[in-house]
């Protein structure tokens, strides 16, 4: 079982940045993945990234957030920059149990409970 924590939502205005972190409370080298779900809309991919550090975005966010990892301290972050409203949602860390998982919400395992992210 793998326990995931997000921390670093909030509120901002268009053109800011926030940065999202997500502790995984067990030892994990499979990918890892930022999702998120806007009220009224289904959960959608945003980036992910292997243990090897291979990353993979969603067009919407493509050029504007950065996910990295840290395996040895077992965190993911991501980097959100040149917000928009429409990033508005509630951001959730995700862990599958391959090594390589794309961006699909079946392919992941392993959820954390979400941080809200709020962009006016």
């Known amino acids: 079982q793998v326990q995931l924590v997000e921390s670093g939502g909030g509120s901002v205005q268009a053109g800011g940045s926030l940065r999202l972190s997500c502790v995984a409370y067990a030892y994990t080298r499979s990918s890892m993945g930022w999702f998120r779900q806007a009220p009224g809309k289904e959960r959608e991919g945003v980036a992910r990234?292997?243990?090897?550090?291979?990353?993979k975005y969603s067009d919407s966010v493509k050029g504007r957030f950065t996910v990295s990892r840290d395996n040895a301290k077992n965190t993911l972050t991501l980097q959100m920059n040149n917000l928009k409203p429409e990033d508005t949602a509630m951001y959730y860390c995700?862990?599958?149990?391959?090594?390589?998982?794309?961006?699909?919400?079946?392919?992941?395992?392993?959820w954390g409970q979400g941080t809200q992210v709020t962009v006016s």
């Open positions: 995700a862990a599958c149990r391959s090594f390589v998982c794309g961006l699909g919400v079946d392919e992941y395992n392993y």
């Open positions: 990234i292997t243990a090897g550090g291979f990353t």
